[in-house]
């Protein structure tokens, strides 16, 4: 309901789990029969098969709960594919100050590394809609400058243009966990219906998100934080739809400073964001008459760049707070429209089933591609430091050779 001063971006039904049935207690006749049955085979015949018995159990236990079974944050019947959790995948935000230009063209990123993951159906499960490109098709890397965020989220893909409505062109969001109960799972996790989420009952839930709509925005171009929209305490962008928002749940989803009535607040947009397809050409700028802007459905590669302060003026609890040297609970999603028609719940695509650690590191080095970066600098200050050694010597050789010769003398004849 964008037009009535809030937006609640796809509602959608409670997640529904089946109950799980206990199963019947055996009466006594059906125990012995069993005893008797399994008489000689059962680990209970003495004491040591007992042992094993037990440390079998332990062991099986214990592997059940490291083996962590996640689902995708949809909230269906079916919730998406299960998978397993992301052990050990770390998005590190290495330390680049005056590298990295908000434009949609993914050159300067060259020397950051980054992660690939494959996108998983998030809501629905349906085997005849799998993202086209196949495994590890979303490559995610983040870098900070010491006052700005930066995310470079890069996806293969046919180019699509179709700007009736959002859902007509490819769409990306990012979340983060703001409260310490907001789970990846339901976008925050708060049981809470529509009517009845808000700051006190979903306390804790608090996600941040940023979800960009392509069907406004011209390649190249920087939309989100603009003025207009920030001088009316809200996260939205009127201009290009990327736009700055929260969430308790699914079911409640805001754009920064709107409250679930509608009351504009003091919230603001943060980001700024651009896109740009491999089959598009933005070197000299690019306006609404040039659209549709490249070849349409031609193989390709999409790219999205993103900014934002480390830290905001949220009072909210509305945006995540970025601290260097701390990690922070991140995802990403990817909406793309199949056969020139409107995507819908199936093409609705995560890049995890749970969330991802993002760490901001405190320092250059870390993080950085060392065969690009940390070897050239090295080698580029070794061969200064072997020209100034050189020179010394040389300058040095020289002094010595003209101080060294020897001088005439003539003794001084005392006249008197």
Known sequence: MRRQGRRQMGLRSRAWVAPVR????LSRSARMLGDSRSSGRRCGNNNNNNNTCIILCCLVTLLCQVMIVARGHGDHGSTGPVCMRNIGVKLQASYLPGIITVDGDADDWSVVEGHSFMLLQAITDDAAHPYPEGDHSMQIKVAHDGKDVFFLIQ????YVYKSDSEKDMASVALIF?????????????????????NSSTCSGHEVDLMHFYLNKAIPGRLYGSNLFDNINGTGRDSFGNLDDAYC???????VDGADPYGTPGNGMNDWSGSWSHSTIDTEYGLVLPDSPYGTVDESGTYTFEFARPLRTNDQLQQ???????ATHRMAAAFWYPLNNEAWESSQHYSASCDWLTL?????IGTGLNRSKVGNATVSAFSLLLSLAALSVSVAVGWWVRQTSRVASFNPIVNSL
Do not use: S
Not at 155 to 158: F, I, R
């Open 22 to 25: 206990a199963p019947a207690r």
């Open 155 to 158: 996806v293969p893909g046919a």
């Open 177 to 197: 966990g703001v409260g310490d109960d907001a789970t990846y799972h339901n976008m925050g996790g708060c049981p809470e219906l529509t009517m009845t989420c």
């Open 248 to 254: 308790w749940n699914p079911h409640c989803r805001y």
């Open 319 to 325: 945006d995540v707070q970025f601290t260097i040297g």
């Open 359 to 363: 760490e901001i590191l405190p320092g």
